[in-house]
């Protein structure tokens, strides 16, 4: 069991569902799957394997980075601009110049020079609060990029969850088709010496032969969904599609969920719902963010400054300016045509819609967690019922086998209670299954299925 759930359940987990299930399921373990010689992967190295190396986790951690660089006070608005600018710039232009008193200047090759250079500074100090509103959005874009990260991780645990269940499901599947092709070759073997000794028809070896190939062709074509559900597995985990592995033999479930201890973890820890509380606060940013338009900007302005001019086309041959200066500039927007009492407006419905769909989503939340519960508890009472069929069909094979041998039942009905251990056999590790699905579920509904923590 995977200790990266298991402890943060322990308030609803009364006890595990395992131990009698093992055992009335060990007939079916008893094959080898063909993997003998791979290396074991648990299911809690699954685990640790994919929330570090796969790819959609690891592209949403750099977008929670780049939320978190974005998260600082010169973004918001809180620092000053500074800039440093210059520039050298020389001319030979025709200059015809003549001012009040008479006097002029006539000179067709006039020479200017041009150099200036400046510091300047560029100080926002009052915008109606907007600095402030903006850093609490980008600490909220920051805290939503955290919770997107836990959202990937949580459905990628909940898939490597699901998938490696899945190769365990196949693999019983796989053993017990392995029981029915051997208990084919037996009867198989019989009908034949039957056959060659006249104990019984041809028809008899031949309807045995076609039941073989049959269950054969099955096993072949599980073994197929086996290796299928192993490559799904190797690529969720970011490893190469044919990296060989065995997993663990037994489908863990846990018998006792408590659906009101999952419902008050699920209002208050589940990922989609708190990321809409986000969207919520959001939108109220962008109200105050609205209306702090209304108040005027003043910025502080400052610099120093040189310039130089040196030129021929001019009375003045040379100027030459340098020194600070400082200045408050203040705007202040009279009338925009009521667009922004139009945009509050529009502000406000929107956090009405987001508490809406804040609230439509605690509802939709509550009825499928409650859907998955229902499922659960009655795939357990399932499971309980499969659990006695599975012992009276084994027994029935033991019996049916036995009267085979000795010529007491027919090869039709042999096959018949073969199919019937085959079946409650499939029922069986597809009831494990199911249950271990929607266990899943339900733990990540919760937002208990990944520990506070884990990062």
């Known amino acids: ?80 601009e500074i800039s440093l600018t210059a520039g050298y710039e020389t001319s030979v232009r025709h200059a015809d110049v003549r001012v009040v008193s008479g006097t002029e200047l006539n000179e067709n090759a006039a020479g200017t020079n041009w150099v200036d250079a400046g510091v300047f500074l560029n100080w926002t100090l009052f915008d109606g609060m907007n600095m402030f509103v903006n850093r609490n959005r980008l600490a909220t874009l920051e805290q939503m990029g955290e919770l997107e990260v836990r959202i990937a991780m949580e459905k990628t645990l909940s898939r490597i969850i699901i998938i490696y ?40 070896y031949l309807r045995a032969q076609v039941d073989l190939n049959a269950d054969e062709s ?24 044919a990296t060989a592995f065995q997993v663990e033999d037994t489908i863990l479930i846990q018998e006792s969920l408590d659906i009101k201890a999952l419902t008050d973890y699920c209002l208050r820890s589940n990922t989609e719902l708190q990321k809409e509380r986000y969207t919520t606060e959001l939108n109220h940013l962008d109200l105050k963010s609205m209306q702090g338009v209304r108040y005027p900007v003043l ?95 084994q027994k029935n094979m033991d019996i049916a086998g036995e009267s085979y041998r000795i010529g007491s039942l027919s090869s039709i009905e042999l096959r018949e209670v073969q199919e019937n251990l085959l079946e409650a056999s499939s029922r069986m590790i597809k009831a494990l299954f199911r249950v271990k699905i929607q266990e899943t579920e339900l733990l990540r509904l919760s937002g208990i299925l990944l520990p506070e923590g884990i990062k």
């Open 299 to 393: 910025t502080l302005r400052s610099g120093y400054n040189f310039v130089e001019n040196e030129t021929e086309a001019s009375f003045i041959e040379y100027n030459r300016q340098l020194g600070p200066y400082i200045g408050l500039s203040l705007d202040f927007i009279l009338f925009n045509g009521m667009n922004r009492t139009r945009e509050v407006t529009n502000a406000r419905i929107n956090i009405e819609n987001a508490q809406l769909r804040e609230e439509e989503l605690q509802l939709n939340l509550v009825a499928i967690l409650n859907q998955f519960f229902n499922q659960y508890t009655s795939e357990l009472r399932v499971i309980a019922l499969e659990e006695q069929n599975l012992v009276l069909a």
């Open 1 to 80: 069991m995977n200790p990266l759930y298991v402890k943060s359940m322990q308030p609803v987990i009364d006890r595990l569902y395992t131990a009698r299930i093992a055992l009335l399921i060990a007939f079916i373990l008893a094959g080898n799957s063909g993997s003998v010689g791979q290396p074991l992967l648990s299911l809690d190295d699954a685990i640790k394997t994919g929330l570090e190396s796969n790819f959609g986790i690891r592209i949403v951690r750099n977008e929670e980075n780049i939320a978190m660089n974005n998260n600082t006070a010169g973004n918001a608005g809180f620092l000053p």
């Open 218 to 241: 099955a096993l072949i074509q599980q073994q197929a969904y086996t290796e299928n559900a192993r490559i799904a597995l190797n690529e969720l985990l970011a490893r190469d599609a």
């Open 165 to 204: 269940h899945d190769i365990v499901r196949n693999q019983m599947m796989e053993n017990v088709l392995r029981e029915q092709v051997g208990l084919s070759r037996e009867r198989t073997r019989i009908a034949e010496t039957r056959s060659s000794i006249g104990a019984a028809s041809e028809l008899e």
